[in-house]
Antibody, heavy 112, light 112 residues
């Protein structure tokens, strides 16, 4: 069974950094591209970033480009999202997703 | 960016009724490999999104055949035959043909 478990969220002040992790299991992680998608409270879905299976291709939404870094460690079956210079508008539930599979999400709140 | 226009924004239905949701994209969603990466998701209250249909018309794993997807190029439709209580929530269309990936604003399905 495919499982994606996010962690690393929390309350952080504007301008600070946070790193999210997504531990994958139930499939050969190194064979699949992965994605981060977020959902602000009461709002719709917003794609954040994607990374190919071998990290050769990486894409970002314009809203996070230059501030967020997606990466992966295939030996650890883990996807990461390093978030810097956080803003209040980054407050959201962050999901790790692969195809039709989504994690439960991890909440990031940016507030002073 | 590809704009996904989803209508209606909300639907009030009775159990057993059939409904359709429309999703129109601002450009063709046919990828260079000939496939169309248009998907439908359902987010039940308090839950992570679940993929119902992928690539226009393919049912996701475990998804009942009351759900069906049709369309091509820029015009797509999700049909739910005989709505059941478990179908309530917010439906999103999503395209993964072009970066940035984009989502429709959602259609909230409620009980009449």
């Amino acid at each position: 069974e495919v499982q994606l478990v996010e962690s690393g969220g929390g309350l952080v002040q504007p301008g600070r950094s946070l790193k999210l992790s997504c531990l994958a299991s139930g499939f050969t992680f190194s064979n699949y591209g992965m994605n981060w998608i977020r959902q602000a409270p009461g709002k719709g879905l917003e794609w954040v970033a994607s990374i190919s299976s071998s990290s050769s291709y990486i894409y970002y939404a314009d809203t996070v480009k230059g501030r967020f870094t997606i990466s992966r460690d295939n030996a650890k079956n883990t996807l990461y999202l390093q978030m810097t210079s956080l803003r209040s508008e980054d407050t959201a539930l962050y999901y790790c997703a692969r195809g039709g599979h989504w994690g439960q999400g991890v909440m990031v709140t940016v507030s002073s | 960016d590809v704009v996904m226009t989803q209508t209606p924004p909300s639907l009030s239905v009775a159990i057993g009724q059939s409904v359709s949701i429309s999703c129109k994209s601002s450009q063709s969603l046919v990828y260079s490999d000939g496939k169309t990466y248009l998907h439908w998701l359902l987010q039940s209250p308090g839950r992570s999104p679940k993929r119902l249909i992928y690539q226009v018309s393919n049912l996701g794993s475990g998804v009942p055949d009351r759900f069906s997807g049709t369309g091509s190029q820029k015009d797509f439709t999700l049909k739910i035959s005989r709505v059941e209580a478990e179908d309530l929530g917010v439906y999103y269309c999503a395209q993964t043909t072009h970066f940035p990936y984009t989502f429709g604003a959602g259609t909230k399905l409620e009980l009449k």
